[in-house]
């Protein structure tokens, strides 16, 4: 048997992680101050506690269902597939949640878990504005005291979400230190939950951060991936040949791979920010371009400079400008079960228009970039391969900056 | 005997508590950091505190990230911070230095170089913030063959059962986080420290630290009588920072803290164990 045969042999089974520790291979872990080492494990047992209890399960399947609106709609985008010539798009339609992304399915989650946790104060980190949107919603609906910590150029960039979160009833803290973006939002959430552990629960957005968020948010957003396989299977008696999803922390991306992931015959894409090209050095492409190292509780691929400071990053969607990535992707890409390319601001750019106007939906920016990769590989294949499209959310929110790089302002 | 060991031993004799003053490398300039630490040593203190800047300072307050941020516009390495430990121990062969910092810088320079080049510069204790036991074997392994400490922190929050796994994975001393909260913050709880020190200490062979929000001689001098040693982090830094366009300045701000937290320290009682 040769070496690698071998090592594949002896691999754990990729559903089985992440291990009793919270890696994924060597990524992931527990990398925080003492302080939060207690409450993690709090966290930890409440959650395997609660996931496998029928009460929560059915509290969260009913938000799912009436709150949210659930299950999202397949949808076969059949005058864009015909454009493009290739093969046939399906897209995943999480922008018709309430609130317009994803996000919402693991807001909805964690509230529950911190209202029977007792919690009764919520944080949360934002770089686009929509997870704390997410989280400002469920606050509002569960009576939660609620603060999301944003970069002072995210605040700038993304006003309106800014001002949806203050009508929800949260408080919006201004974050002034580092880059003033999503990753100095992080830590200083993280330096809210060290001085506030007693009755606060931290949402985290993405499939980041500490054990056993990469693997909470996760199993949340897995709802995205049952329902696609389900539905591929009704609609087209087949599974899906390829799935394309973009990567910022990565939380839309696992959310639909996770349940397709002992599916060897579908391919998985992961689709980073290349911003204005990877040469560059212009992007926030970890996974492509990164290196490995441990940022924000967690082992990961990073962008990061020759001494291990960490990098600013770029791309035109504030939702995937992060200089990390959950680990579980980290571990995706060295094992070779899923594959990671990056897409560049124009190319994003490209699929928003070309999709608004084939198929009457405007998408993110962020979920553009997933649409661009579908562009390419769609070509590549034949109208009898099926592929699943993440449309993680919807673009209004992005309307301004895509009228500002047209050069109109509104 | 390592500089650590041997330094507590000498205070134990005297029956006097180590002084440990934080600050952070290269700021407001790394010409200044050799100079500030020898005048940290003249003014009493045991051993130095070194931070290592880093650009995601999750748990620190705004005091340390500011200190960091200075540091970095000097672009301030890893392998700078050890070359100015080299230059400090050039003239001082018994003070201990212990860095202070985050593991990403370590992660990147590989654990044995990192450890190997912390020893032949003259480190004896490294304390990484996000580095918690379970996490930590392999680094640990690379400082103890390396002959360096491994420093860990316990906080208000840690369990007995853990407590136990600290005190035996930890060499040199202990750190204990005084409060729940990042560096620098207000709200010190002196009574909630003594009951988890006496917890500490059945467990603990080691020395005792006490650190996070000790901003004055009072303070310190409440603290020396639960603990071997007082760390002093943000009140440093914080003198630092008002004076950043003044070296001289700043250290005898510096100088002036020290004193007066060394002379309440010594004072004559403040020694007398209270738990
Ligand atoms: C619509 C949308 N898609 C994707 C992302 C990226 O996050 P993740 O990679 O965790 O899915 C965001 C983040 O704000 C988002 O708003």
Redesign the pocket.
């Given at each position: 048997m040769s070496t690698l045969a071998k090592t594949k042999a002896q691999a754990p089974a990729f559903d089985s992680l992440p291990d009793a520790n919270g890696h994924f291979g060597p990524y992931g872990g527990r990398f925080v101050a003492e302080t939060l080492m207690a409450p993690l494990e709090e966290l930890r047992l409440a959650y395997e506690k609660f996931r496998d209890d029928p009460g929560f399960k059915a509290e969260l399947d009913a938000d799912l269902a009436d709150y949210v609106g659930r299950p999202s709609p397949l949808y076969l985008a059949s005058r864009w597939s015909q454009k493009l010539g290739g093969a046939q798009i399906f897209l995943k339609r999480?922008?018709l949640n309430h609130t317009?992304?994803?996000?919402v399915n693991n807001t909805v989650g964690q509230a529950l878990l911190a209202k029977r946790m007792g919690k009764t104060r919520i944080i949360a980190e934002?770089?686009?504005?929509?997870?704390g949107v997410a989280t400002a919603t469920v606050a509002a609906r569960l009576g939660f005291e609620c603060v999301v910590y944003m970069g002072t150029d995210d605040i700038q960039r993304q006003a309106p979400n800014v001002f949806r979160m203050r009508l929800l009833g949260a408080k919006v803290v201004p974050v002034n230190s580092g880059s003033r973006t999503l990753k100095d939002a992080l830590n200083e959430a993280m330096r809210d939950w060290v001085t506030n552990v007693d009755n606060t629960f931290y949402i985290i957005?993405?499939?980041?951060g500490p054990h056993p968020y990469p693997a909470m948010?996760r199993d949340f957003?897995a709802v995205i991936g049952r329902e696609a396989r389900a539905q591929c299977l009704q609609q087209t008696g087949h599974l899906p040949d390829a799935l394309i999803?973009?990567?910022?922390?990565?939380?839309?991306?696992?959310?639909l791979f996770y349940p397709f992931i002992n599916d060897a015959e579908v391919a998985l894409y992961g689709v980073e920010a290349a911003g204005q090209g990877l040469a560059t050095g212009k992007h926030a492409a970890s996974l492509c371009a990164g290196k490995a190292g441990v940022l924000h509780g967690n082992r990961t691929y990073l962008m990061q400079d020759p001494d291990g400071q960490i990098l600013d990053t770029h791309s035109i969607?504030?939702?995937?400008d992060?200089p990390g990535?959950?680990p579980e992707h980290a571990w995706l890409k060295d094992s070779g079960r899923a594959r990671y390319v990056a897409v560049t601001d124009d190319e994003a750019l490209a699929s928003f228009h070309d999709l608004t106007r084939t198929e009457g939906i405007i998408p993110?920016?962020?979920?553009s970039h997933a649409l661009a990769y579908a562009a390419r590989l769609a070509k590549e294949m034949s109208s009898d391969r099926r592929i699943i499209v993440?449309l993680?959310?919807?673009g209004d929110?992005d309307i301004e900056t895509v009228a500002r790089h047209q050069g109109i302002e509104l | 005997m390592s500089r650590l060991k041997a330094c507590f031993d000498g205070l134990k004799a005297q029956d006097r508590r180590a002084l440990i003053p934080y600050m952070t490398a290269g700021d407001p300039h790394p010409d200044a950091t050799v100079p500030l630490m020898r005048a940290m040593v003249a003014a009493g203190a045991d051993i130095i505190e070194l931070g290592v800047p880093f650009s995601d300072p999750m748990a620190d307050g705004p005091v340390i990230q500011a200190a960091c941020e200075r540091a970095l516009k000097h672009d301030v390495s890893l392998r700078r911070v050890l070359e100015l430990v080299q230059d400090f121990r050039a003239r001082d062969r018994e003070t201990p230095v212990v860095l202070m910092g985050y593991l990403n810088p370590i992660e990147i320079l590989g654990y044995e170089p990192f450890a190997d080049a912390a020893a032949k510069a003259g480190v004896d204790g490294v304390l990484t913030v996000d580095l918690p036991p379970e996490e930590a074997s392999e680094l640990a392994a690379a400082l103890v063959a390396a002959n360096i400490d491994p420093i860990f922190l316990l906080a208000p929050t840690t369990t007995s059962a853990r407590t136990k796994t600290i005190c035996a994975a930890a060499k040199g001393f202990i750190y204990y986080v005084s409060l729940k909260g990042v560096t620098g913050a207000a709200t010190l709880d002196v009574v909630a420290a003594e009951r988890k020190l006496t917890e500490i200490r059945a467990c603990a062979t080691i020395p005792i630290g006490v650190g996070f929000g000790i901003k004055d001689a009072a303070v310190a001098a409440r603290m020396a009588k639960i603990a071997d040693a007082v760390v002093v982090g943000s009140a440093v830094v914080e003198c630092i920072a008002t004076n950043a366009g003044d070296f001289k300045a700043a250290e005898a701000k510096v100088v002036t803290l020290l004193r007066e937290m060394r002379e309440a320290m010594d004072s004559r009682g403040a020694n007398a164990r209270v738990a």
């Open positions: 999480e922008d317009g992304a994803h996000k934002t770089g686009a504005g929509q997870h957005g993405t499939v980041a948010v957003q999803a973009c990567v910022g922390g990565g939380s839309n991306a696992m959310g969607s504030a939702g995937l992060y990535v959950g993110a920016l962020e979920s993440n993680s959310g919807r929110k | -």
